[in-house]
Structures are given as C-alpha cells and as structure tokens.
C-alpha cells in the first residue's frame, strides 16, 4: 500500500512546483501592458527610444498636501537608448516621502522583468564635504541591464509631498518622440485649474468634478542641431498649471496672480536674512579701505563674496521649498554656501556700508526660458544681486530701471565672470527684482559685440619650402575672457594645453607647438602661442606657393552645413578681430589676392582684407555678431552669411617666383 501511494504524491510535488513556477513569474501592471501594445512609427535619424506614455497626474489638498503620480513607457531603440533605461526620483527628507518607485523590463519574447528594491539606491543629490544641511536626496530605480533594443522598460513612481505654492510645471517631451502624454490635476473643491501650454497651441482641458485634464499624441523627435535653444525652452511642450481657490478664502499656500506678489513673496523669505552684524560690518570695513570709488567698493566686495565656495544648501523646506537664504551671518562665519545665500551675504555687506542692492531672481545659461505671461518663482533656478549705482559707474551689466534708477548686475556665484559683465546666458534675459513691486519684472542688460570680443595679433614667416612660423597673441574681454578662464581653471592646466594644441592642429595639420602661455589678467584674459609646420603653403610646379592668410581659426565653429534646419538658431553677442602680418619669402611675389570682403545680415557683419605691405602681407579680419534667435524659415540666411565668412578665411593667397 505504501508502494502504491508514491505516484499520487510525487505528481502533487511536481504540480505544486509548476504551480509556484508560474506564481513566482513577473507580471506588468495593465497601463504598461497597454502602452507596449501601442506601434512605434519608423523614425528618421538617430532616435535612442521612443517614449509610449508620459503621465503625470497631482492630487492637492487644503492644507497644500501632494500625491504626484508618474507613469512612463519607453521602447527602447539602439544601445544609446538602453544607457536611458534608469529614473530617478528627487525628494527631500524633511517633507517628502517616496510612497512607490517600480520598474519593469517586457522584453522582446513577452518575458517581463520586474525590478525591486534591490534594484533601488538612495544617495544624496550632491555629495561633498560641504554637504552639512542638504536635504535633497535621489532614489534611483536602474533597469539598464535588461534594456536592450525592442524592449518596452516602465516606470512608476507616487510622491507624498506638501506644495510650496500651488502652482506646477509639467515637461511633455525630452528630445524623444511621444506617441501619448497625460496630465491630470485634481483639486480640492471650489478650487479651478488655469493652464497655459507654451511651444505648442493653447489647449482646454477637459474637466470631470475637481479634476482638470491635457493630453497630446504623437510629438515629433527633436533633432539636435548646431547653436539650437534649450529644447525645454522653445521647442518642447511645456504645461504650466496654476491651482485658483475660492475668491476670498484663505489658503494655506501662497496664491500668485502678478509678478509683484511673486516679488513680496520672495522677499519675504530674504529679507529677513540679510541683517547685518558686527562681523559683517567689520569685515566690509575692511574690504573697501582705501578704495575711493564707488565702483571700487562694490567690485571689493563682490570679489569676496564671489571667492567663497559654491555648494547646495537646503534651509527651511517645510515651509519654502529653498527659496530662503541662510542668515548672511551664518553664510560669513561658514564661507560657503548656495547661490542664494551668496547674493544675500554680498547684499548684506553692501548695506552695512551704505550701499542698496537687490536679490535678482533669474535663470542660469538660457535667457529664452522665462515666459513673462506666468507669474511663478518656479521659471527660475539661480539668484544673483543688482547693485544701485549712480552715473559714475560705467559697465555693460548696468541697466536703467523706470523707478530704482541705474542697477549694476552681478553673479557673486561665477567666479570666472569679471566684476562689470554679466554671464552670456544671464544676458537680456527676463529677471525678477525681488521686493519691488514697480516694474519687477525686467530684462537684463545685453551687450554689444565688442564687449565681448577677442583681438589677436599675427605674426608669421613662410619659407620658400612652403614651411610656417608663427606667434599667436589673443586678448580676449567680456564673456570670451570669461570662456577662457573657465577652460584654465575648471580642469588640469595640461587639459587646457592639449585644448589649446588641439585648436591649433585642427587650423594648421602636423603643426608642433613650442609655446603656449595662458594669463588671467582680470578682467581680461591673454594667450601668447607659438607654433611650427614644415609644410603649410602648398608648393605647385616649384615656383608657386599657395596658402590662406587665416592662419589659425576663431573661438566660434559657426559652419552651418545642413542644408535644412527645423530649430530657431540661437547666437551670442560676441566679435573677433585679428591683424595678421606674414612675411613673404625671398624670391616671390604675389601673383593672386583674393578680393576685399565685406558682408552683413540682420545679425552680424563681416569685413576682410588683403595687402602688400613691403615684403609682407597684411590680413586682416573682423567678425560681429548680435544677442539673436532666428526662426528656422530664415535659416538660409544664417547659412548664407557664414558660407560666406568661411569662404572668405578660405580663400588663398598665391606666390609667384
């Protein structure tokens, strides 16, 4: 009897076995599955992934309590799309809790992935020394391991968090296409939505109770193209969406309906900050001893304040989301800190000796993000001052207010930018004077082009073997200098040489260079190079020479190829200068110069020359160029213009014996 009972029990071991099997088997959850059903159009150009779902939905409360929820679908396209296939989700640890973070892989067969805890890592957002009162921290959910092309990756994340301000800024597209993208706001009752889409036609959303609605299909790739904007500028859907409560209630989160209560708003968090003590007293005293300036005083102080280190500090998250300043003392005893604790110190040592300044609200290296039609501190991530100055001060960062009279602007934060400029992606960029409610909102000061300009000086021989010796001397001014100082100081000095060896090689092949020598002299900047190259000018039939007299390119690498464009073209105020002066060998004569160049557009001009003088040949050439966004219809324009510059530094120089 015993014999007998072993099969029943062996085939129930076996059942039980096959059973668990398909239990333990990852499953997706519906929406993913949906979104992998959806068909993936067949894209031109290099497209890593194509994003199937993008979903963000907010659910806000009285008291400014916050669940976000967002789903995204992926199918992953090359291998530079599976480098893609990890999320990260930021929280702070004081008022936010990561309630959920999933991920799963379905790959090509139908086998699903799911990705758990083990897969996740919780580490803070910057990590160094000075990191004493950071709060922000990321986890990190990695599927790239199961990524490969023609798997659909998911993930899913819900935030606990409690609103700022009720007011959201929701990303529709990377740079990817998206075959669909949602956004839902639910809020309490009696409260309305009012959104506004930039880069793309306005849009009602559809309404059910308290929850508000947007949806968009099928947005296109986004192809990089040269000197293009900041795709989440002008390119990429962008939904803003403002939370409206009841006229006349009382609400437990700020409500911002102009730009003047975003500017009380702001100030109301830094002022507070920003009494001096005896310490900051004492040590503004000693800053502007013996200057006799006006000018002279505030650039002391700023150059102090810009020496301090620059880290992250978040302070007062319950209550502000990081828009407060530490005390300015707190800020001096330390010497570091954020860039908002840095304009709040400098302001605070400009006032202990009679100076008024303001904390500016701007953003960092894009002056085409800020859209004046939505009043929110949300479009700006940086902070610096503007300093009130009177007429005995003269730099290209002063600007003229309607009410405050002339403010000088100045990012204590960059320590490459010289005292007088403004960095070039913080020019004639919309900003917000905070506390004033006159005219808060204003542009920042641009420049001309020869105030940032590079002026070099040429000095060469060319042998009758076709052989160049030349010496190099660029003086840079403006945002050129300030680019220079940053390439010296950011690395290594030898990577600046092997930069600078590198630019020289790509001008002028096989040339070896003797010597290059960098110096900041504040606020310019220098750079001596001398060179070498055994066979520049091309020998012909023994008795021509052919060479161009540009011996060495410009900073910029304006080429402009393609044929078509899709993107607005973005430049920068900027100008080039160069006289070049290149001794002929003995024996030659110049049998062809090109012609005088001389062009312009609605952006920029461009002026070249060619002569002899004695046995020299005198070049010279000078480039400008304007602060300028051009719409992609009038791309040939661009393209025309600097074809022609090209063409010009290319056009060469022959010698007859």
Known sequence: MRKRMRYPVL???????VVCCFAAEDQAPQWLKDAAAKPVPAYTGNVPFAVLLRESSISMDETGRKVATWRFAMRILSLEGKKRAIHGEEYNVKTDKVRELHAWAIMPSGTVKEFGKESISDRAIVGNDFDLYRAGRVQRIDARAFADPGTVVGFETVLESRSVFSQWGFTLQGSEPVLDCRISVTLPAGWRAEGVLFNAPQQA?????????????????????????RVGAKLAPYLVVSAIPPEGSKTAVPVFKTWADVATWLAS?????????????????????????????????????????????DMGLSSDGGFQPHPAAIMLRKGYGNCKDKANLMRSLLRSVGIDAYMISITAADRSYVREEWPSPYQFNHTIVAVKVDDTVQAPAVLQHPVLGRLLFFDPTDPYTSFSYLPAGMQDSWALIDGVTSTPLVKTPGTVP?????????EAVIGANGAVSATVKD???????????????????????????????????????????????????????EMAAPSYAKVMRGNLLMFKAALVGRNDHY?????????????????????????????????????????????????????????????????????ATIPAEKYSEVQGFFQHVIGAERAPVVLVR
């Open 11 to 17: 085939w129930l071991m076996i059942l039980c076995s």
């Open 205 to 229: 959303p559809s309404v059910s109770g308290s929850t508000y609605a947007w949806e968009m299909r099928d947005l296109p790739f986004i192809e990089k193209e040269p000197e293009m904007p």
């Open 269 to 313: 968090m830094e002022d507070p900050q920003v009494t001096p003590d005896d310490a900051i007293r004492e040590q503004a005293q000693a800053l502007i001893a013996g200057k006799k300036t006006l000018f002279e005083k505030i650039q002391a102080i700023g150059r102090f304040v810009q020496d301090a280190h620059n880290v992250s500090l």
């Open 450 to 458: 020869s105030d940032n300009r590079t002026e070099r000086d040429t």
């Open 475 to 529: 003086r840079y001014f403006g945002s050129a200098a300030s680019d220079e100082r940053a390439l010296l100081h950011k690395g290594q000095q030898s990577d600046y040489l092997k930069a600078k060896e590198q630019w020289i090689n790509e001008s002028i092949p096989g040339a070896s260079v003797g010597k290059i020598e960098p110096e900041d002299t504040a606020p310019e900047f220098h750079l001596n190079v």
């Open 559 to 627: 080429e402009f190829a393609e044929p078509t464009r899709k993107s607005p073209v973005m430049l920068h105020s900027h100008a080039f200068t160069e006289t070049a002066r290149i001794k002929l060998p003995a024996g030659f004569k110049v049998d062809e110069l090109p012609d005088t160049a001389d062009f312009q557009a609605s952006f920029g001009k461009y002026h070249a020359t060619w002569k002899v003088d004695g046995g020299e040949l005198v070049f010279t050439r000078a480039l400008e160029i304007q602060n």
